[in-house]
């Protein structure tokens, strides 16, 4: 009874350990990140003013700071051309991509044949196809899509198929010993099962659909004013306008991390009450 009574202050000490352990880790998660940041853009502008560079070459981050301010419009103008294609191609690389992977699992036929025609388009690079789809399509808009949906869909049609494949035969056998349709197997065990590995795709293709759509403009040439930030890139490096050329590539930056954390939190929200990476993260 004793020795119960003497180890008891030592469990106790281990346990706000770990507490203190878990809650630095915690505040090391926000605060790291921001301070290297914080150091980085410290000593960007400091390598700026001790080796004289020029703003052309290389403009301190408060120069680009107020060109991102003063070209608002255009800049954001811009992302939302950019932003508009990402989006549209990553929704139409998830009903593809999605509905393909189905189509897979219920024949096998249909997977082997097709299957590869995937892999082709994912292994071709986008430059490559651009001629091609440039002589097919007049719209430039349509031209841009087609090109960051080439990059977007791999990622959902190869991850699906995986979940859907991966079930556990035996949970299939309880289904069929139970009279349940192929529909039913598909919507109450298939579908479920594949969840994670197709929110681990999404997050994939989310970032692909903007270095896809960014890409496709490089590629495409685009110009104007209803063009988006890759347009404003180039237009800047002709022009030796490198404050702006480095705005724009921080609104790309972020809008992929801000694209990233939404489909992060859009995972965490739907696996949260019963997947294992989802309930790990939570206890």
């Not at 410290?42 to 700071?65: M, S, T």
């Not at 995986?162 to 529909?183: E, H, K, Q, T």
């Not at 994939?204 to 347009?231: D, K, M, N, P, T």
Request: proline share 5%.
């Amino acid at each position: 009874m004793r020795a119960e009574v003497q180890a008891a202050p030592f469990i106790d000490r281990e346990e706000a350990q770990r507490a203190r352990n878990a809650k630095l880790e915690r505040i090391g998660r926000w605060v790291l990140p921001i301070a290297i940041m914080i150091l980085a853009i410290w000593l960007w502008d400091r390598l700026c003013v001790w080796y004289e560079i020029p703003q052309y070459i290389l403009p301190r981050p408060g120069v680009v700071a107020s060109t991102l301010v003063s070209d608002a419009p255009l800049l954001f103008t811009s992302l939302l051309v950019t932003l508009k294609i990402t989006l549209l191609s990553l929704l139409l690389a998830v009903v593809g991509g999605v509905g393909l992977a189905v189509l897979f699992t219920q024949s096998k036929w249909v997977e082997m044949s097709f299957f590869p025609f995937a892999i082709v388009l994912q292994v071709t690079p986008i430059v490559a196809i651009f001629p091609l789809i440039n002589i097919y399509v007049d719209n430039q808009t349509a031209k841009l899509l087609i090109c960051s949906w080439i990059v977007a869909f791999f990622p959902i049609l190869s991850n699906t198929t995986l979940g859907l494949n991966s079930v556990d035969r035996n949970l299939i056998d309880l289904f069929r010993l139970n009279g349940a349709s192929r529909w039913q197997q598909l919507r109450f065990l298939r579908l479920p099962a594949a969840m994670p590995y197709f929110l681990g795709g999404l997050k994939i293709a989310g970032g692909l659909s903007l270095i896809g759509a960014v890409v496709a403009e490089f590629v495409a040439g685009a110009s104007g004013q209803s063009s988006g930030l890759a347009s404003r890139i180039i237009e800047a490096g002709y022009r030796l306008n490198a404050p702006r050329l480095f705005a724009a590539l921080i609104l790309i930056s972020a809008a992929g991390i801000v694209i990233f954390l939404v489909l992060t939190l859009v995972s965490h929200l739907i696996l949260r009450r019963w997947h294992e990476s989802a309930l790990s993260a939570e206890r």
